[in-house]
């Protein structure tokens, strides 16, 4: 079966790795991604492939100062994981998830940081918390609907991260109509708020807002502890995650009566 190898992803080769699952260089979240990418690794981004022996990629882990994470914490201090995830199911359950998190642990205690810090939940797009509190992280932090904000310290005199919390206080300066909040920091949602998009105009005749987060603050300050995915109606938080447009379907035909 051979072993995983171990890629980190660098500037100067974004064109030879896949990105997030996505292997054709020429997707339009994979150019919005590489470009993202490049932003951040001057801000300590790291980000880590694991390939099979032919070249496919089964997992995956992104993190770099919490100071600068594209989810709705404050974890100044710490590392931050933004995604984990590994894929082929023979090739589970063999530590590489491990493997992962300790490389981020390891490279957290070289910079002389608090500790690391990650966002999960049960549902999909985030790691649950399983694997982080088998290797000891805690939860010191939750959020509806079903978000913990787990940290493994260094030191346990140091302060927490935590939630930033005020979740339907943000939803309110959205008021009528349907709104996508999306960042680049996840390449698929690009083509989940098109595909939306183009459904929400063609069905319901409704034109959709779509609003670019641009900026580590800006996704710090999203309506939802995940950020960088939201879709809005009417002031009312539908999804906090990328759906299929079959899914948003079945959701507003709830929503409108149909």
Known sequence: MGKLRVVEIAADHLLETPCCGIKN???????????????????????????????????????????????????????????????????QRQGY?????????EEARQANMKGVAVVARPKPWLASRDIFVRLGFDVVDTAPPDYDLLVKKFDSTE?????????????????????????????????FSSSIAEEALKTYGLKTRIEVLKTHR??????????????????????????SKTRFKKIMNKMVGS
Request: proline share 4%; aromatic share 14%; charged share 25%.
């Open 25 to 91: 260089v020429e997707h339009e979240g994979h150019k919005a991604k590489r470009e993202w990418l490049e932003e951040h690794f001057e801000l300590g981004l790291k980000s880590k492939i694991l390939l099979t022996p032919d070249g496919r990629q089964n997992g995956f882990i992104e993190y770099l100062p919490g100071e600068y994470a594209w989810r709705g914490v404050e974890a100044k201090g710490y590392m931050f994981i933004h995604c984990l995830w590994t894929y082929f199911k023979k090739y």
């Open 97 to 105: 998830a491990k493997r992962l998190v300790e490389s981020c642990l």
């Open 218 to 243: 800006q996704a710090q300050n999203a309506p939802t502890p995940y950020a960088v995915f939201q879709l809005i109606y009417n002031g009312q938080l539908l999804v906090d995650h990328q759906i």
């Open 159 to 191: 302060s927490n991260p935590r939630f930033k919390g005020d979740w339907e206080k943000k939803l309110k300066k959205y008021g009528k109509g349907l709104t996508i909040i999306r960042a680049d920091q996840c390449p698929h949602t690009l083509r």
